[in-house]
């Protein structure tokens, strides 16, 4: 389901940035952190889910904002303001599941009403159906121009656990810190299955994102309690993240963007573009190369995944004392990127075209390893080992946006796998997102983006600010 915020391909890999989902009235998830990518747990800018609703309730005349989940059904959310100070923001979101509400009316027994009255006896018998509702509560309290601090509290009618959260941010001049308390915490794993972590803190510090340039990353993450499965069903195990200890990780990274070509075209007179940041034609590419490393304590230092004969295993460096259920892992990454616009979003009618593609290599050790191997089979005239090529594979990411209407575009997303294990076919796209976007003009660069993902049968309406 990765759509990292949005599950767009532009926020990159390797600092896994929070999943959207309707599981939650807060409408995150997190992926599950790797040995030693991704870091996970790091957010980007992002307006929260009540204020997201608020929004659009006050600015573009909707009543209710509607979501989808396979695991609920189709529901609709509305939030009311609380006024407190002129630095303090309180919201009560409502949810309520007209999919299960319908769905119960069908199958009433007896009679049909005949009547009004009737009817309206019927109906307010099913409204009282506690599991229709949902509710959270979310105070997010301004304390000076830089801190803030949210606590948020969710509470469900169908006897889900409530969840709770605490979220202090710090804004410093070149860094972000972010300290959070979560109980429970939910995490997607690969395999887009949901986990309850009982306990979860994390402290997460971040230089500020720069199109070139040196970055590093640091966080600390606690599990407490043993991580359940949401929906109760069959898996392989309990992911090693989530396991109950201790994990420290840091990343260093140098990032460099080229333009291959920029148009110096003259954009319409007096015609302001839908979106400012997507006004400008141009053919660009950036690489990112770092190492990154990570300290483990406790049940999650035990990892099956370290072992040499795992061919989906981790090739780094590590080191491991199981006697004190501690581990040190460490790994170096690369990724390249090529982006592609054609148009100037200003005219009614395909003014946009952009195209964006990602290869992502996770490990060097690993893509050494394929690669001395194939270097070993070509020199002894042998046949290429089929994982060893694997192994040098890297992850693809490809997202394709254009232009139908005045404001709408149509985006896709998708990760391209190659499985060269698969005898029929070696292509996959994998975890598909399809979304239509309105840009909201007068505000220079924001949308309200409806998406849709066909493999977790999720779907949500989300507004953004200043994304490309």
């Known amino acids: 389901m990765e759509m990292k915020k949005l599950r767009w391909a532009m926020d990159g890999a390797f600092w896994d940035l929070d999943i959207s989902t309707p599981r939650t009235l807060d409408g995150l998830s997190r992926p599950v952190p790797g040995d030693p990518l991704p870091l996970g747990l790091s957010r980007g800018a992002r ?54 509400f319908v769905s119960s009316v069908k199958k009433s027994e007896g009679p049909p009403p005949d009547s009004a009255s009737s009817w309206m006896q019927m109906l307010g018998k099913h409204l009282q159906d506690k599991s229709l509702y949902a509710l959270s509560f979310c105070s ?4 000076t121009p830089d801190d803030t601090l949210l606590l948020s509290v969710e509470s469900y009618g169908d006897d889900k656990k409530p969840r709770n959260k605490a979220l202090f941010q710090h804004r410093f001049t070149k860094h972000n810190l972010s300290v959070e308390a979560v109980w429970p915490g939910l995490f997607v794993d690969k395999g887009g299955d949901y ?16 199109d070139s340039g040196a970055s590093y990353h640091v966080c600390v993450l606690h599990n407490s309690g043993s991580p359940e499965r949401v929906d109760g069903g069959q898996s392989e195990g309990i992911p090693a993240g989530l396991l109950p200890g201790l994990a420290v990780k840091g990343a260093i990274s ?35 190369i770092g190492a990154a490393m990570t300290a483990c304590f406790g049940d999650g230092a035990a990892r099956s995944q ?86 040098i594979c890297p992850n693809a990411t490809l997202s394709l946006q254009q232009q139908i209407a005045g404001p709408f575009s149509f985006r896709v997303d998708s990760k391209v796998a190659v499985e060269l294990r698969n005898q029929h076919w ?30 977790h049968q999720e779907g949500m309406i989300e507004l953004r600010f200043y994304e490309t």
């Open 47 to 100: 307006l929260s889910r009540p204020k997201q609703i608020d929004f659009m309730q006050r600015f573009m005349a909707a009543p209710f904002v509607p979501s989808y989940a396979a695991a609920h059904g189709f529901s609709l959310q509305r939030v009311l303001t609380i006024p407190v100070a002129e630095n303090w923001f309180a919201t009560l979101l409502g949810q309520f599941n007209l999919q299960r």
């Open 140 to 143: 997010d309290l301004l304390l």
């Open 195 to 210: 986990w309850d972590v009982p306990s979860l803190m994390s402290l997460d510090l971040a230089t500020v994102a720069s």
């Open 254 to 288: 140098f990032r460099k963007n080229v333009d291959l070509w920029r148009s110096n075209a003259p954009k319409l007179k007096m015609v302001q573009p839908f979106d400012i940041f997507l006004s400008n034609p141009h053919v660009s590419a950036s690489g990112i």
């Open 306 to 391: 370290i072992e040499d004969d795992d061919p989906q295993g981790f090739r780094g460096f590590s080191l491991q004392a199981p006697a004190v259920k501690s581990a040190l892992l460490a790994d170096v990454f690369a990724s390249a990127s090529f982006s592609a616009q054609h148009g100037n979003f200003q005219r009614l009618f395909l003014d946009l075209t952009r195209f964006h593609a990602r290869l992502d290599f996770p490990s060097g050790a690993k893509f050494l390893s394929g690669a001395t191997h194939l270097a070993e089979d070509y020199f002894n005239s042998q046949k290429p080992n089929l994982e060893a090529i694997q192994d």
């Open 426 to 455: 070696n292509i996959r796209v994998d975890e598909p997102v399809f979304a239509l976007e309105y840009a909201l003009q007068v505000l220079g660069s924001a949308k309200a983006i409806a998406w849709y993902s066909p493999k």
